[in-house]
């Protein structure tokens, strides 16, 4: 007959805590002793997955809520009944199929997730019809029907910054009103798909645009599970007052918030789930105050640039430190703002993992191939350039004795969707950029050593063919060096150097070369949660 291994296991644990119990204090693995209360308390090895910088092995200490507190036995008696409680834990987390971190508590709500994504679009619809009595949402059965034929499908003239941000942005809230109702990412990437299409056969009398619908579509999903799991990783945190959680709540429902509309619907709002884990994940963030030095007209940067004030923030999520990786278990954002003469945004960058798996275990270091999705948009007072892209990437560490780790990034693939700036093209109201497809590559090594010092360099190349726009071909060449310093527990001093080139080959006209070169200077604080 064959015997439950568990049955073993706890009576291991009784007869350890009543032999401990007669000839000395209980003692528990990796636990302390704080007054009357035992607290287990396990490190855990976690390699943030970065893909821009070095990924590091970094101590994580459990948060409180997670920790277990049994009151001191006083003599056999308690004994038995601390050991009983003890196993009965232990037990639960050995045997038990815990969920993931974005498991799903609720069942999947499809009346209502149907509303809200229908309401994402009768809300703009209604503003532009009855408020700003726009001509272009005065649609008729006529419009949808010739809407409907592939021929129809065209390039709109769209501000840059709606096409490349705005669109993707109101894509993220086709793709939560189903996420944050408990559907899964292939389900709510679906329906950010059906949300654009509906929008541009149905929602204007213009023609339906080929490249709203990829950004939207693309852009949305990024951006979408992006912000869900951010917001669900927040909410996870351990709190302890009915404030704490509130203001939790109110955060989390600025990064997503579809997800906050249906907490408050729910009755969740402010309240611990029973039955949900603390969050497997960990973000490590990075933000950056500091002064930039550039120069767009003269190539001379030292000379004759120009000073700026500029912010960044760099966030890291990692779901697991697996060699199995799926969509979202790692992304990467960094968003940086400045007071040039460009715009206040001057770059969104977001990396995501949507598989990937160990490769080349023959060899020295550690070594992992991962699919990823790409969104990019960049604006400085050079250039700009928007894009979405799938990369296969291959990621390495090396360890260089105890104190210093190499991790290298290869990695390219081709590119959706690329929009760059044309000084030849007056296309419509408002577009003065090509779009088409192309291909990048991605390179990078980051040297991190004695916990304190971490040098980087980075490279990522780019071609581009205008498929609407004048005739053209352009190429994107980015190269940057990094050198940090950690000066006091989490602050430290980052300083940057690079250059930005963009050439545009035109048929029909001269080429246009545009360069930014730049040196950065900023403190910085970093933080784990």
Same mark, same amino acid.
């Given at each position: 007959m064959k015997q439950s291994p568990t049955i073993y296991r706890s009576i291991l644990f009784l007869f350890l805590n009543l032999f401990i119990t007669i000839f000395g204090p209980p003692v528990f693995t990796n636990s302390t002793v704080r007054g009357s209360t035992y607290m287990s308390q396990p490190v855990v090895q976690c390699s943030i997955l970065n893909p821009l910088s070095a990924a590091g092995s970094i101590q994580v200490e459990p948060p409180t809520d997670s920790i277990i507190r049994f009151a001191a036995p006083q003599n056999l008696t308690d004994s038995i009944t601390v050991s009983m409680r003890q196993i009965k834990w232990i037990s639960d987390r050995v045997n038990a199929n815990l969920p993931d971190s974005i498991a799903n508590y609720q069942k999947k709500n499809f009346l209502r997730a149907g509303i809200e994504w229908f309401s994402i679009q009768a809300i703009p619809a209604s503003v532009n019809y009855f408020i700003r009595k726009d001509p272009v949402s005065h649609i008729s059965f006529k419009n949808f029907f010739s809407h409907l034929k592939f021929s129809a499908w065209t390039w709109d003239d769209n501000l840059f910054a709606t096409n490349q941000i705005a669109h993707p942005y109101h894509g993220q809230f086709y793709f939560n009103s189903f996420r944050s109702n408990n559907f899964s990412f292939l389900q709510s990437t679906l329906a950010t798909v059906a949300g654009s299409y509906i929008w541009e056969t149905a929602g204007e009398t213009e023609p339906p645009s080929i490249n709203d619908i990829v950004n939207t579509s693309f852009g949305g999903t990024i951006l979408g599970e992006m912000t869900h799991r951010l917001s669900q990783h927040l909410l996870a945190r351990p709190s302890v007052t009915k404030g704490q959680? *509130?203001?939790?709540?109110?955060?989390?429902?600025?990064?997503?918030?579809?997800?906050?509309? *249906?907490? =408050?619907?729910?009755?969740?709002?402010?309240?611990?789930?029973?039955?949900?884990?603390?969050?497997?994940? =960990?973000?490590?963030?990075?933000v950056e105050l500091g002064i930039r030095r550039f120069d767009a007209k003269e190539h001379d940067v030292l000379n004759r640039g120009k000073n700026d004030i500029y912010a960044r923030i760099k966030l890291i999520y990692n779901n697991d430190d697996v060699d199995k990786k799926k969509p979202f278990d790692d992304f990467f954002l960094n968003l940086e703002i400045g007071s040039d003469d460009s715009s206040i945004v001057n770059a969104v960058n977001v990396y995501a993992s949507l598989y990937g798996n160990r490769i080349l275990s023959n060899l020295t270091g550690r070594h992992r191939g991962i699919v990823s999705a790409h969104f990019d948009f960049l604006r400085n007072e050079a250039f700009y350039y928007g894009s979405q892209s799938i990369n296969y990437n291959i990621f390495s560490n090396y360890n260089i004795g105890t104190r210093t780790k190499l991790s290298t990034i290869l990695g390219g693939g081709p590119v959706? =969707?690329?929009?760059?700036?044309?000084?030849?093209?007056?296309?419509?109201?408002?577009?003065?950029?090509?779009?088409?497809?192309?291909?990048?590559?991605?390179?990078?090594?980051?040297?991190? $050593?004695?916990?304190?010092?971490?040098?980087?360099?980075?490279?990522?190349?780019?071609?581009?063919? $205008?498929?609407?726009?004048?005739?053209?071909?352009?190429?994107?060449? $980015?190269?940057?060096?990094?050198?940090?310093?950690?000066?006091?527990?989490?602050?430290?001093?980052? =300083?940057?150097?690079?250059?930005?080139r963009l050439e545009g080959h035109y048929k029909d006209h001269q080429n246009v070369n545009k360069d930014y070169p730049f040196v950065r200077l900023a403190l910085a604080y970093n933080s784990e949660y």
């Open positions: 959680r *509130n203001k939790k709540e109110i955060l989390a429902m600025l990064i997503n918030p579809m997800n906050g509309l *249906n907490r =408050l619907l729910d009755g969740r709002w402010g309240n611990t789930t029973k039955g949900a884990v603390v969050d497997s994940s =960990l973000v490590h963030t990075e959706v =969707l690329a929009a760059v700036p044309d000084p030849y093209l007056h296309f419509g109201e408002s577009r003065t950029y090509d779009y088409g497809p192309g291909a990048d590559i991605r390179a990078s090594a980051t040297l991190s $050593t004695l916990n304190r010092l971490k040098f980087g360099i980075d490279y990522r190349g780019g071609y581009f063919v $205008t498929i609407s726009g004048n005739k053209s071909h352009h190429y994107l060449h $980015t190269a940057s060096t990094s050198a940090s310093v950690r000066i006091w527990k989490n602050f430290g001093v980052n =300083l940057y150097s690079g250059y930005f």
